[in-house]
T-cell receptor, first 114, second 111 residues
């Protein structure tokens, strides 16, 4: 199906473990984004990518790693998970940065670090 | 710097009208988006304003005043399904055209 999908939907992991959240889009959108959403905060940008092999840091990149070897995939890795990384993570995509319809979001991954 | 202000929570009655305000400060304003987010779900696009004035889309309208750094989302004929958070997000061309997100306004609709 066309769209943007995230997996897993829910994940519980232990402190210190590495965990990877997956994001896949079928529109061939150039731009992809990773956000985290915590109570009382707006969406905070972790990393974004303008194209395959081009990534850049957002507002809160520490503790996260991204890659984008293919246009359609943009995985987010927590190298050594900490409790402060417990959050809801949203992936989003956009055809360009100047569009009038903004970004389209995946359904989110709810991550709990214990 | 960048700053977005929205009320944290609002309550309204089914069938009524509600206005959700947003004030913003960005160095390179390039349009403003409103998104709706139901609990446990992803944000979904509602509206976009780049010029001053009112944009109407069915029961929802969005207004922008660039000189005042102000926008509002107007919801008419409220339905229970409108219970959600509403996110204001100006785009900042000085931040690589990123959307700058407010914390959102939780709207509770009562029968």
């Amino acid at each position: 199906d066309a769209g943007i999908t995230q997996s897993p939907r829910y994940k519980i992991t232990e402190t210190g473990r590495q965990v990877t959240l997956m994001c896949h889009q079928t529109w061939s959108h150039s731009y992809m984004f990773w956000y985290r959403q915590d109570l009382g905060h707006g969406l905070r940008l972790i990393y974004y990518s303008a194209a395959a092999d081009i990534t850049d840091k957002g507002e809160v990149p520490d503790g996260y790693v991204v890659s984008r070897s293919k246009t359609e995939n943009f995985p987010l890795t927590l190298e050594s998970a900490t409790r402060s990384q417990t959050s809801v993570y949203f992936c989003a995509s956009s055809e360009s940065m100047g569009v009038s319809y903004g970004y389209t979001f995946g359904s989110g991954t709810r991550l709990t670090v214990v | 710097g960048q700053n977005i202000d929205q009320p944290t929570e609002m309550t309204a009655t089914e069938g009524a009208i509600v206005q959700i305000n947003c004030t913003y400060q960005t160095s390179g304003f390039n349009g403003l988006f409103w998104y709706q987010q139901h609990a446990g779900e992803a944000p979904t696009f509602l509206s976009y304003n780049v010029l001053d004035g009112l944009e109407e889309k069915g029961r929802f309208s969005s207004f922008l005043s660039r000189s005042k750094g102000y926008s509002y989302l107007l919801l008419k004929e409220l339905q229970m399904k409108d219970s959600a958070s509403y996110l204001c997000a100006p785009r900042d061309m000085d931040s690589n055209y990123q959307l700058i997100w407010g914390a959102g306004t939780k709207l509770i609709i009562k029968p």
